[in-house]
């Protein structure tokens, strides 16, 4: 049986973006309730740790950082329009992203077999010069380095299943043939990027796919693109790791998506993932929590990819057939992605 993790932690809930937010502590306070439930399951729980500032040197500059280490000094300080710290957020910042780092750590010695961070704020739209979609510093970017620097990782892939296109990884590894990014995510929609023919650039062309979708796609869609797009570019990759950028904001409760997808959706697309791992990776996988915004969906969400994680991907989680009408989309990707796949 497999030994999962998880990193999670109380000091996550005083990042405050103020009241009626919708990236608010409650989230993180939901999922420790989950994890006290696992605890007697099995599950290794690991303290984070705060990440280091050269860490966060990897993908964001000097400059950033310091501004975002400044808004310690008052109550509320906006990023952009909707990214809002209070004093604690750049601490809570660098716990997210050390959290991150301390589960990768775990995987990479054996102590772990796959494991889920449990942090936030999340981090995919974050920029190296700009915090923005509720997100500091970019967790799975600055994972991606710190698995190629300190374990001599050769092929990441990021695949991001949240809602919202990750234009903060994808523009960190455009011209990084060493990590593949692939992201999911209703389009047209926030924050405007991750069109099909955005491809990557120079050294990067090809080690980018976006598969742009309508709104309303549901299990048997993400199921079919998952077969169709995910798990066969993934193991032409042939990936050593594969970092999950796992926001459960498409979940048909969720107050900022338009999709339909269920818990058991999400725990069908993670099963996927952790094979394709096994086949790969030495099952080397790392989930990360990035947006989700329905309380009740996102702790029974979690539950259902943890029971996956436990399982190693062979837990019972079939998803509905179908998913047809989104067949054009899946063939227009591929036909994109062809010459580099
Ligand atoms: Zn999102």
């Keep these: 049986m497999p030994r999962p993790g998880v ?43 705060p990440a280091a500032r050269e860490e966060i040197e990897t993908c964001h500059s000097s400059d950033y950082i310091a501004l975002v280490q400044a808004t310690s000094k008052v109550n509320r300080y906006a990023l952009d329009g909707d990214t809002v710290t209070s004093r604690d957020s750049f601490g809570v910042g660098l716990l997210a992203v ?55 990782a050769k092929k990441i892939f990021i695949i991001d299943w949240d809602v919202h296109h990750g234009n903060g990884t994808q523009a960190a590894f455009y011209h990084d043939s060493s990590v593949l990014y692939m992201s999911t995510h209703q389009y047209p929609y926030y924050p405007g990027t991750g069109a099909i023919d955005e491809v990557g650039e120079g050294a990067g062309e090809g080690f980018t796919v976006n598969v742009p979708l309508p709104p309303g796609c549901g299990d048997g869609e993400y199921l079919r693109l998952f077969k169709e797009i995910v798990l066969p570019i993934g193991s032409k990759y042939r990936p050593d790791w594969i970092l999950v950028s796992a926001g459960f904001d498409p979940h048909q409760r969720d107050p900022l998506g338009g999709m339909n997808v269920t818990e058991r959706g999400f725990a069908t697309m993670a099963a996927t993932l952790l094979e394709l791992a096994a086949e790969h990776a030495s099952g080397k996988i790392a989930f990360l929590l990035e947006g989700g915004y329905d309380l009740a969906a996102l702790k029974s969400s979690v539950a259902g990819v943890l029971e996956q994680m436990r399982a190693g991907g062979n837990g019972d989680a079939p998803a509905d057939d179908g998913g047809e009408f989104i067949e054009p989309l899946i063939r227009k990707v591929l036909r994109v992605q062809e010459p580099y796949w």
């Design 7 to 49: 990193v999670i932690d109380r000091d996550y809930l005083k990042h405050d973006p103020g009241p009626f937010h919708p990236e608010r502590p409650e989230r993180l306070k939901i999922l420790l309730d989950l994890a006290g439930e696992l605890d007697i399951e099995g599950f290794q729980l690991l303290p984070p740790r």
């Design 98 to 152: 050390g959290g991150f780092l301390r589960l990768l750590d775990a995987i990479a010695c054996g102590d772990l077999d796959n494991g889920f961070a449990l942090v936030r704020p999340p981090g995919h739209h974050a920029l190296k010069d700009r915090g923005m979609g509720f997100c500091l510093f970019n967790t799975a970017a600055i994972g991606a380095r710190y698995v190629k620097r300190r374990y001599g």
